[in-house]
């Protein structure tokens, strides 16, 4: 992570309290590995681990939700919803989760929020071309890495 580690520090600081940060930006500016980073730089800080989800292969904002619970090994039931059952296991979880690529799927960003909000302990990194603009969220733009010359 040459040049970005003024970005992990922030990352690192923002990430002590549990919240949602996206990490915004144009294609091919480094945000999914930033964040890989990140998330493997502070994952002390979550006693219930880290999870990567890519969000690329969905089409449609709707299977955000239910993407997240099987990424966790949640099962369907017949008595709750997808959100229902995410708010009852994150509830008291000290857990990350990446949320990669999330402009694919942007309608999805309260559904998100509502998790921050119902589930005190957990933290969100989100990467996305585009701000989600929900009231929990921070947003921090980057821009493509400018390497040192060589010396």
Not at 8 to 19: D, S, V
Not at 22 to 35: E, F, M, N, P
Not at 118 to 139: K, M
Request: proline letters at 9%; aromatic letters at 4%; charged letters at 25%.
């Amino acid at each position: 992570m040459l040049g970005r580690e003024r970005e992990l520090a922030e990352i690192r600081t923002f990430l002590q309290e549990p919240r949602l940060l996206t990490l915004t930006g144009t294609g091919g500016v480094g945000k999914t590995r930033l964040a890989v980073e990140a998330a493997r730089d502070v994952a002390q800080l979550f006693s219930d681990g880290t999870v990567f989800i890519a969000l690329a292969p969905l089409g449609d904002s709707g299977f955000v939700l239910p993407t997240i619970a099987q990424s966790l090994g949640l099962r369907e039931s017949e008595d709750l919803t997808p959100r229902e059952t995410l708010h009852a296991y994150l509830r008291e979880k000290r857990l990350l989760l990446v949320l990669d690529n999330f402009e694919h799927v942007l309608e999805a960003a309260p559904e998100v929020a509502q998790l921050i909000e119902a589930c005190p302990r957990l933290s969100v990194l989100v990467t996305s071309r585009a701000p989600l603009r929900v009231r929990v969220s921070r947003s921090t733009p980057f821009r493509p890495s400018r390497c040192p010359p060589p010396p």
